[in-house]
């Protein structure tokens, strides 16, 4: 599965931005997908984790730091994956990336157990 992020820009502090993941070669369908972020400097952190089950439900994992703010949205028409995050803060500013892996038992937060990648978007947030 080939995957495109896309959606990033700049904005203001309280602001909101919708990112997109789209799948290409594949439908999400028995995948998980993962949001990560890394910031300059810093370690590329998970955002929220995804399983993407039948009949439109899905289990998700949010960072602390984002519960409440950041949701996300399924697409199946558009094979798309969705973040909408609002009341964005400064240090949500990061280079934002998508990934998936094949579903297992466990839904992992580390960036590694996850397969492929997405090219990253930039979100900044500007206080």
């Known amino acids: 599965v080939q995957l495109q992020a896309s959606g990033g820009g700049l904005v203001q502090a309280g602001g909101s931005l919708r990112l997109s993941c789209a799948a290409s070669?594949?439908?999400?369908?028995?995948?998980?997908v993962g949001w990560f972020r890394q910031a300059p400097g810093k370690e590329r952190e998970f955002v929220v984790p995804?399983?993407?089950?039948?009949?439109?439900?899905?289990?998700?994992d949010y960072a602390d730091s984002v519960k409440g703010r950041f949701t996300p949205i399924r697409d199946n028409a558009r094979n798309t994956v969705h973040l909408q995050m609002n009341s964005l803060k400064p240090e949500d500013t990061a280079i934002y990336y998508c990934?998936?892996?094949?579903?297992?038992?466990?839904?992992?937060?580390?960036?590694?157990?996850?397969?492929?990648w997405g090219q990253g978007t930039q979100v900044t947030v500007s206080s």
């Open positions: 070669g594949d439908t999400f369908s028995g995948y998980d």
């Open positions: 990934a998936a892996r094949s579903s297992r038992l466990t839904l992992p937060r580390g960036p590694d157990a996850y397969a492929y």
């Open positions: 995804i399983r993407l089950g039948l009949y439109n439900t899905n289990i998700a």
